[in-house]
């Protein structure tokens, strides 16, 4: 109910996945009276929507300390409420991004052994897949060296069992590949996630540069939210203003408008491959639960591409394989603690 385009087009969204996937049911949360309305107009739909009732709404403008205060009646929380009960395997939300992570935080927890949560997004590659793994993109604008640590083991769990990818390639995001570079915590760091990669089951590829982000040299970009928030929001913007200047240039002479024709199969395909709406939804890592943050713009396309991103990691066990992940790497911790704290009662 809180997206920028309203009910019309989540419920558009679901239309489009539930075409696509035959074995996808849907608890749809909400104002009954609107949300029947529109679900029944859509014959596809039908038999496979369960509307949960809920009054409250939570706005885009809305605090997320407000909304931990006073929002239990909302949409928002009636759909993470439904994850955590066990009624649904995943959840997918338009709204509110601070407030659904805290929303999320409270009535989900942290996986034991997590500090922060991360947001984890889809950029275009040149990989050997179409696309990589980049995490966190807003869910805390802080992260220290053991946080960034997680992040690499979560970003390459995700990157496995969302991906398909065997062995994911994990690079650290930074102002330079040279060793010597970044802030303190960047190198720190490094050596932990160096140190990592056999429990992990990834490689290393060390530090990487911004324009390596959609490059075939990594599969998994680590960095701090405030840094992979403004990262994404720049890319957007960026692929937006390029197909923008690509149609006027198009359009500008009559030649240049027959040439649009004759290359209308190679543009197409440019545009499918750099749609921000195929690839929307970040998925919020380090929770008990699986939850899907979509762009609060999006439209049915966008909608459809977060479900279905919902629906894979669903299907594929990705919570429960991050859950023995994290455990490992966090025994794997404490083992080497207690291993440092003999050799030192020794000495």
Request: hydrophobic content about 40%.
């Amino acid at each position: 109910m809180g997206g920028d385009r309203g009910p019309a087009a989540v419920v558009a969204g679901l239309a489009l996945s539930a075409a696509e996937h035959r074995d996808i049911d849907f608890l749809l949360h909400g104002n009954e009276a609107e949300l029947s309305a529109l679900v029944a107009r859509r014959p596809e739909l039908k038999g496979r929507v369960r509307v949960v009732h809920a009054e409250g709404v939570v706005r885009m403008e809305d605090k997320p300390s407000q909304v931990l205060r006073t929002g239990s009646n909302t949409s928002m929380w009636s759909t993470i409420e439904s994850l955590r009960q066990g009624d649904a395997m995943a959840a997918v939300s338009c709204g509110n991004t601070g407030a659904l992570m805290a929303v999320s935080m409270i009535r989900l927890r942290k996986l034991p052994g997590v500090n922060r949560p991360a947001i984890a997004c889809l950029w275009p590659s040149r990989g050997p897949k179409p696309f990589n793994v980049m995490l966190d993109v807003g869910a805390d604008i802080k992260a220290d060296a053991p946080d960034l640590l997680q992040y690499a083991l979560m970003g390459a769990s995700y990157a496995r069992n969302g991906l398909g990818y065997d062995r994911p390639r994990v690079g650290l995001l930074n102002v330079g590949t040279e060793d010597h570079k970044g802030r303190a915590e960047l190198r720190q760091a490094q050596e932990l996630i160096a140190s990592a990669t056999e429990t992990g089951n990834f490689d290393f590829v060390g530090f990487v540069e911004g324009g390596d982000l959609p490059s075939a040299k990594v599969d998994v970009i680590v960095t701090d939210g405030f840094t992979g928030n403004i990262a994404l929001k720049t890319g957007e913007g960026t692929a937006k203003l390029v197909g923008e200047l690509l149609r006027e240039s198009l359009r500008a002479t009559l030649l240049s408008k027959i040439g649009a024709l004759f290359a209308m199969g190679s543009l197409k395909r440019l545009q499918l491959r750099i749609d921000p709406r195929r690839v929307n939804g970040g998925v919020f890592l380090g929770l008990n639960g699986t939850v899907v943050k979509s762009h609060g713009s999006a439209d049915s396309t966008g909608v459809a591409a977060a479900i279905t991103l919902a629906y894979r990691l669903a299907r594929s066990g990705f919570q429960e394989r991050l859950a023995q992940r994290v455990a490992s790497l966090a025994e794997a911790a404490q083992d080497a603690g207690e291993g440092n704290n003999k050799n030192g009662n020794t000495e």
